[in-house]
């Protein structure tokens, strides 16, 4: 199990806590459809994946965990963040703009 590089390890963690978060994101606040769940999924591991390292460095300097963790739960634990804020993000931004929420198809 472990012929896996470490790279390839830390991608494996970082699409994990992408989808984790972003699965997370959906269960909070219940999309009004099928079309917002889906952008609300995409958004969150899109964003997950580009942000995770950066937002796992973060908090784990913040927390004074950082040599507590390794690598892999450091990019899980951002990842999973950045992709759960993700959307609360662009919910904001939406209000703020004050745009109102596509109605569902039918």
Same mark, same amino acid.
Request: aromatic share 6%.
């Given at each position: 199990?472990?012929d896996?590089?470490?790279?390839?390890?830390?991608? /494996?963690?970082? @699409?994990? *806590?992408? &989808?984790? +978060?972003? !699965?997370?994101? =959906?269960?909070?606040?219940?999309?009004? #459809?099928?079309?917002?769940?889906?952008?609300?999924?995409? /958004?969150?591991? @899109?964003? *997950?994946? &580009?942000? +995770?390292g !950066?937002?796992g =460095?973060k908090?784990?300097?913040?927390? #004074?965990i950082?040599?507590a963790?390794?690598?892999g739960?450091?990019?899980?634990?951002?990842?999973?963040?950045?992709?759960?804020?993700?959307?609360?993000?662009?919910?904001?931004?939406q209000r703020?703009l004050?745009?109102?929420?596509?109605?569902p198809?039918e």
């Amino acid at each position: 199990m472990n012929d896996l590089p470490e790279s390839a390890w830390l991608w /494996v963690a970082k @699409a994990g *806590g992408a &989808v984790a +978060g972003s !699965a997370i994101s =959906l269960a909070y606040v219940l999309p009004n #459809g099928r079309r917002e769940a889906a952008i609300r999924f995409a /958004v969150g591991v @899109a964003c *997950g994946l &580009v942000f +995770g390292g !950066a937002a796992g =460095l973060k908090l784990a300097t913040e927390l #004074g965990i950082g040599a507590a963790l390794g690598p892999g739960e450091r990019m899980l634990m951002g990842s999973a963040a950045a992709s759960l804020c993700a959307w609360w993000a662009l919910g904001l931004l939406q209000r703020a703009l004050g745009r109102k929420p596509v109605p569902p198809a039918e």
